[in-house]
């Protein structure tokens, strides 16, 4: 992060954020935003039970077999597209409509 011409060590991002947050939950301006330190608290509460472990197991689930599938058919299908034209032209088509000849 560069502040006013001064490059800041990487973590200071991290932590001028936090401290934003826990600054805005604290003053309680709103609702949505809870403090940070509660924020924490709640998870170290909650991370041991069954519920939050079946959660967290689905969403990984989800993120994993999300991914597995985006290499799967994105990798193939982008390589078909940059070597033959129908491909792009099937794929892409809202690209390839604004070189379309008129």
């Known amino acids: 992060m560069i502040v006013f011409g001064y490059r800041l060590p990487a973590m200071s991002s991290l932590i001028f954020w936090g401290l934003l947050w826990e600054i805005v939950g604290q003053t309680g301006l709103t609702f949505f935003i809870p403090p940070l330190s509660e924020v924490v608290a709640t998870l170290f509460s909650i991370i041991g039970t069954p519920a939050f472990q079946k959660a967290l197991a ?45």
């Not at 989800?62 to 099937?90: S, Y």
């Open 58 to 102: 689905e969403t990984a689930y989800a993120f994993c077999a999300g991914v597995f599938f985006a290499i799967v058919i994105g990798i193939p299908v982008g390589i078909l597209m940059g070597k033959a034209a129908c491909w792009m032209n099937c794929c892409c088509p809202g690209s390839t409509s604004f070189s379309a000849p008129r």
